[in-house]
């Protein structure tokens, strides 16, 4: 039988910006939530109690990583619950306490379920929906229309503009290095040019989001084994 695994919060906020990053489950207790509101990067909020139903989802994901308060029964057993289902689960070893204690980001305030961005490789949308997947505290839809249609769309979908990258970046309590030096490299011709690379490359249709994604999440890569050095 497959058993959990235990992740520590330096090597998680690591695996966040990676390919095959792992869905995280916020499953603290309303109490817990109530002291401290604040919210991991990419977490979804989910009562422990009522995951039967979440595991197909769960499965989504190559990796599951269970957050609780303190990091001791709540989420060990909700790890070993989803492992015996097959999903391959861990928990994060101290739980909030611990990264908040390794001064690490946290989410905070609300965020949008839904997002209304233009179909358009411009830079800017192009961080700012990354940063949408790696740091929302659920898991949040961008919607792409044409660019003259995005203030139309938004009350049919019930949905926000998505505002620049720098805006959501406020969210969080605290800056990331890794992150700020991407936010950096947004702002230069070189990440234009890249954007306008893989959408010519890959074509409308095509999926150029998934490549400019996956050079940002490499540079972050990079940048964090710098600034660990």
Known sequence: MAQPFSIAELVLIQWLFQPGAPRLLDIRIAEDRALDPGALPASIALPFDDLTGRIDAAKARASVVVVCQGGLKLSQATAARLAERGVAAGFLAGGLAAWRGA???LWQGEAAARWIAPWTPEPQTCVARWLVQRLL?????????????????TKPFGATVLPPPDELFRNL?????????????????????LCEGHAARLGPQGHWFDAIAGDLDALVARRAVEHVA
């Open 103 to 105: 001064a690490l980001p």
């Open 137 to 153: 505290p659920h898991a949040s839809e961008v919607i792409l229309v044409a660019p003259d249609q995005i203030d139309a769309a």
């Open 173 to 193: 309590d605290r800056a990331l290095p890794q992150l700020t030096y991407a936010l950096d490299f947004a702002e230069s011709a070189g990440f234009a040019a």
